[in-house]
């Protein structure tokens, strides 16, 4: 299978629903390394759900947190990292990512991240009266960040995840043997 053992670490990026975790750990898997995803991470170093963080400390007090976790994720060799959705807001995260790896931003529509979240209460900034509004609001506000930080940009619209994540690593893997001849 091409780029089943490519070199770095991959990180993606984008906004919640667009698949960072699914095809993160599809991506892992065909390419031998170990995958992460922040807010996981973040739940198991201090024990409490993101959404109970949140309505502790806010936002502020979770992107600190979440800052102190990707610069210890990004500092580990052979990952693929499925980052929040907000990660890439703090310019120490996109410095982090842009150093340690090949960044990866997975892109859907409004539409389709809606319809994927619209159910999920585990969403903090989404448990508002017009959750689709926020996502609107979000897409507008990070898509030029995503973008200016990707090495990749992948719509995740119609393809199943495996397909997805096939056709990424054989674009990384397109991408790797440029740069080594």
Known sequence: MPGMNLPGNFFLVGLMGAGKTTIGRSLARLSNKTFYDADHEIEARTGVRVPIIFEIEGEAGFRAREVETIRALTALNDIVLATGGGAVLNPANRECLRKHGFVIYLRASVEELYQRTRQDKNR?????ANPRAKLEQLYTERDPIYRELADLVVDTG????????????????????????
């Open 124 to 128: 903090p900034l989404l448990q508002t």
């Open 158 to 181: 119609r393809q199943g995840v495996q397909q997805l994540a096939q056709s990424i690593l054989t674009e990384l893997s397109q991408r790797h043997d440029i740069r080594s001849s």
